[in-house]
């Protein structure tokens, strides 16, 4: 039985002048044409090669001896070649581009974006490509809390968070209290592991560590006053939403770094203001 979308031994079992059709064995019925352009000298009848199948622009299965970037089930990293009215087309190694449909799109692409993509078979058994790539990434990473990652966002959620396909690979996540109006589908991060779930997939933080993290945090809150003139229209009170709004922290990293530059005596809240103070 052929194996559409992934790698397969077959036998040469007949020539002809337009190429050499493979099948599992010499008596078996279904057959697959390897095109005469991909036949080399010495691959005669009998002979075992391994190919890969896909369908042609007829929907017929077709073998090719080229290396498809990408195979059933799994991921890679792929460039997108046209944007059509049915979807959009991806460069996978192989003569026919890859379909990526609109419905299969967490994010609009563009001619030269690259995406985290992985290959299925759509209900009329065609290769398509799809960027909700969550059921298809390993949960088995080598890696452990505090490692360092780098990784690619593939989806945007409200409720969760960022997704992230960590080595283009692993299946990652970054909190939603983390996700700034900066971070967008293909955006490429480095992150620190913060969890390992028992089911393999990681836990990731853009941030540093709490205490490395403050100083940082709050030079970029005295910015934000100053560009208020010097003083911010509420204090450490104010809601989370609003902190995220204005500075994409967390109401407690916010009010870590209201505390140390008021320990440093750059800042004071006053009359439900937080002001700055000049050394």
Not at 54 to 74: F, H
Not at 193 to 219: F, H, P
Request: hydrophobic share 35%; charged share 35%; net charge positive.
């Amino acid at each position: 039985m052929f194996r559409i979308g992934e790698k397969q031994e077959l036998e040469i079992v007949k020539r002809t002048d337009f190429g050499v059709y493979l099948a599992e064995d010499r008596d078996a019925k279904e057959r697959v044409l390897l095109p005469k352009k991909e036949v080399e000298t010495g691959m005669d009848c009998g002979s075992r090669i391994t190919v890969f199948l896909y369908k042609d622009s007829q929907d017929r299965p077709i073998a090719t001896r080229r290396e498809p970037l990408v195979t059933l089930g799994r991921t890679a990293v792929l460039k997108v070649k046209d944007v059509t009215k049915i979807g959009a087309f991806l460069d996978w190694g192989l003569e026919k581009d890859l379909l990526l449909p609109f419905h299969e799109q967490t994010t609009k692409v563009y001619p030269g974006d690259e995406c985290v993509a992985a290959l299925y078979l759509d209900k009329s058994s065609r290769l398509c490509a799809t960027m909700k790539v969550y059921p298809y990434l390993s949960k088995n990473s080598p890696y452990q809390v505090e490692d360092q990652v780098r990784g690619r966002v593939y989806e945007l959620s409200g409720n969760f968070g960022a997704f992230v396909a960590v080595d283009d690979r692993y299946s990652g996540l970054i909190p939603k209290h983390e996700v700034t109006p900066e971070l967008r589908v293909g955006s490429i991060v480095r992150a620190r592991v913060t969890g390992v779930k028992e089911d393999g997939k990681l836990d990731l933080s853009i941030r540093e560590k709490a205490y490395l993290q403050m100083d940082e945090d709050a030079e970029y809150v005295l910015q934000v006053i100053d560009e208020y003139d010097g003083v911010l229209p509420f204090d450490d009170k104010v809601s989370p939403e609003i902190i995220k709004r204005e500075f994409g922290l967390s109401k407690n990293a916010f009010k870590r770094a209201v505390g140390r530059l008021m320990k440093q005596g750059r800042a004071e809240i006053r009359d439900g203001k937080i002001r700055r103070l000049q050394k």
